[in-house]
């Protein structure tokens, strides 16, 4: 008997069989781990659109405020009785009693009943005094004309208008059937609109929902933001050009690499923690300050920046180097004009996404006790401040329901200021990328 009768002899219909069963197993498998992949797909996108939505719905209200149009006698009896227009005096003016005079101009009716005019008191806010103060101090010429302003309703009015509060008492209102009727005689009249929420941009935080702004958070981000990048940059990178470049291959190197590769796995409240210690009780640099949140940030965003930086200096090939060195560069010159220019584009997105990390960082902060309550706008970075995740955290913890499309609202300028940086490092990378 020949071979070839032997391989023909051989039951080839069983072996087909088990190959064709194993084989459909396999297809199988990789379409059952292909659904899979798709289905969390299709969750994380579903839970992404539902957070979205939330946050937006909650928040996009906060961008408009109804105010109230109030025509004001600016008698100068009531805030210049001396008549010498001394700042001083027109700062400390009483004009709560102008404000409530032309609130009840327009009410008549309750100029002789004390719990009355309190009543229609209550449906303006505290910003109406404020904005006339303003007005009086930037040109006391004012003083004796008549001016005719819009200035912001309570938060409780507010939130009644936008119908996030009920026109019941026994459902959670908060307005007497008087109230109501002068909110809709005044709404009748075209004397009580929604307007572009300027307060929102313009303020600092305040105990006052309805004048509670996020300049002060934004401008305490920002010189946070500025000391972290000034100190971040030229420290991760010069930390990435030694590592890659000149620092030789031991195990101290070793063991610098493995740690900052673990840093950039540690919880940042860690860092906070670090900052307190060092910065606060050590250098007892001033609290609250925009410096010290800057360098709190600075710990957190170096390990990403110098991973990244590295990941940048290690994608230039080889023989960029090799042909510096041979036509007689130094080392040094090798690095700094030709490696680093081409790993620039890598360097910058990885400073931009650390930044962006940094930005919103809160454990940090509330360390280092940027989660303090800061009227005022911050003019250098060592100015008490606050940041942006730090007040979405305290306007979360408030109450008042007029706080929670505020908190809304400042998750949306923080996600749309990290989508920008995003954006920015995506650009960066589309556009100065070199492929070899």
Same mark, same amino acid.
């Given at each position: 008997?020949?071979?070839?009768?032997?391989?023909?002899?051989?039951?080839?219909?069983?072996?087909?069989?088990?190959?064709?069963?194993?084989?459909?197993?396999?297809?199988?498998?990789?379409?059952?781990?292909?659904?899979?992949?798709?289905?969390?797909?299709?969750?994380?996108?579903?839970?992404?659109?539902?957070?979205?939505?939330?946050?937006?719905?909650?928040?996009?209200?906060?961008?408009?405020?109804?105010?109230?149009?109030?025509?004001?006698?600016?008698?100068?009896?009531?805030?210049?009785?001396?008549?010498?227009?001394?700042?001083?005096?027109?700062?400390?003016?009483?004009?709560?009693?102008?404000?409530?005079?032309?609130?009840?101009?327009?009410? $008549?009716?309750?100029?002789?009943?004390?719990?009355?005019?309190?009543?229609?008191?209550?449906?303006?806010?505290?910003?109406?005094?404020?904005?006339?103060?303003?007005?009086?101090?930037?040109?006391?010429?004012?003083?004796?004309?008549?001016?005719?302003?819009?200035?912001?309703?309570?938060?409780?009015?507010?939130?009644?208008?936008?119908?996030?509060?009920?026109?019941?008492?026994?459902?959670?209102?908060?307005?007497?059937?008087?109230?109501?009727?002068?909110?809709?005689?005044?709404?009748?009249?075209?004397?009580?609109?929604?307007?572009?929420?300027?307060?929102?941009?313009?303020?600092?935080?305040?105990?006052?929902?309805?004048?509670?702004?996020?300049?002060?958070?934004?401008?305490?981000?920002?010189?946070?933001?500025?000391?972290?990048?000034?100190?971040?940059?030229?420290?991760?990178?010069?930390?990435?050009?030694?590592?890659?470049?000149?620092?030789?291959?031991?195990?101290?190197?070793?063991?610098?690499?493995?740690?900052?590769?673990?840093?950039?796995?540690?919880?940042?409240?860690?860092?906070?923690?670090?900052?307190?210690?060092?910065?606060?009780?050590?250098?007892?640099?001033?609290?609250?300050?925009?410096?010290?949140?800057?360098?709190?940030?600075?710990?957190?965003?170096?390990?990403?920046?110098?991973?990244?930086?590295?990941?940048?200096?290690?994608?230039? $090939?080889?023989?960029?180097?090799?042909?510096?060195?041979?036509?007689?560069?130094?080392?040094?010159?090798?690095?700094?004009?030709?490696?680093?220019?081409?790993?620039?584009?890598?360097?910058?997105?990885?400073?931009?996404?650390?930044?962006?990390?940094?930005?919103?960082?809160?454990?940090?902060?509330?360390?280092?006790?940027?989660?303090?309550?800061?009227?005022?706008?911050?003019?250098?970075?060592?100015?008490?401040?606050?940041?942006?995740?730090?007040?979405?955290?305290?306007?979360?913890?408030?109450?008042?329901?007029?706080?929670?499309?505020?908190?809304?609202?400042?998750?949306?300028?923080?996600?749309?200021?990290?989508?920008?940086?995003?954006?920015?490092?995506?650009?960066?990378?589309?556009?100065?990328?070199?492929?070899?």
């Amino acid at each position: 008997m020949t071979d070839t009768d032997l391989v023909q002899n051989v039951p080839l219909t069983g072996i087909a069989e088990k190959v064709g069963a194993r084989l459909s197993r396999r297809h199988a498998a990789e379409r059952r781990f292909r659904a899979y992949g798709i289905a969390s797909v299709a969750m994380a996108v579903v839970f992404l659109a539902v957070l979205l939505t939330s946050i937006i719905g909650k928040g996009y209200s906060a961008f408009y405020q109804h105010e109230v149009q109030i025509t004001v006698a600016l008698d100068p009896a009531v805030i210049d009785p001396d008549g010498k227009r001394d700042h001083h005096a027109l700062e400390v003016g009483d004009y709560r009693t102008l404000v409530r005079n032309a609130m009840v101009s327009m009410f $008549p009716e309750v100029a002789d009943n004390r719990h009355e005019r309190r009543e229609l008191m209550d449906l303006v806010s505290e910003g109406a005094e404020e904005l006339l103060r303003d007005k009086v101090l930037a040109n006391p010429a004012l003083i004796g004309s008549t001016q005719t302003l819009w200035v912001p309703v309570t938060a409780d009015v507010d939130q009644l208008l936008k119908g996030h509060m009920s026109r019941d008492p026994a459902r959670g209102g908060q307005f007497s059937e008087r109230q109501l009727g002068w909110i809709d005689s005044l709404t009748t009249h075209g004397l009580l609109k929604s307007h572009f929420n300027t307060w929102l941009w313009t303020q600092g935080d305040s105990r006052q929902p309805e004048l509670a702004g996020l300049l002060g958070a934004m401008v305490g981000s920002f010189y946070s933001l500025v000391v972290t990048l000034l100190l971040s940059f030229p420290l991760g990178v010069a930390t990435a050009i030694y590592l890659e470049e000149f620092a030789p291959q031991n195990r101290w190197t070793d063991l610098i690499e493995v740690n900052i590769n673990n840093l950039a796995a540690v919880p940042s409240i860690v860092f906070g923690l670090l900052g307190l210690e060092m910065f606060l009780n050590v250098f007892h640099l001033p609290r609250s300050a925009p410096l010290v949140g800057g360098l709190a940030l600075t710990l957190v965003s170096l390990p990403t920046i110098i991973i990244a930086s590295r990941v940048a200096l290690k994608a230039v $090939p080889p023989w960029i180097r090799e042909a510096a060195l041979g036509l007689g560069a130094s080392r040094w010159q090798m690095v700094v004009h030709h490696v680093l220019p081409l790993a620039m584009p890598g360097v910058l997105t990885g400073t931009i996404i650390g930044m962006a990390r940094a930005v919103g960082e809160t454990a940090p902060l509330l360390m280092i006790g940027m989660v303090a309550f800061i009227v005022d706008i911050p003019a250098t970075p060592l100015d008490p401040a606050t940041a942006l995740p730090v007040q979405v955290y305290l306007w979360a913890a408030s109450p008042e329901r007029a706080f929670v499309e505020r908190t809304s609202a400042a998750i949306i300028v923080l996600l749309l200021f990290l989508g920008v940086m995003n954006a920015g490092a995506i650009y960066l990378r589309k556009k100065f990328e070199r492929r070899w």
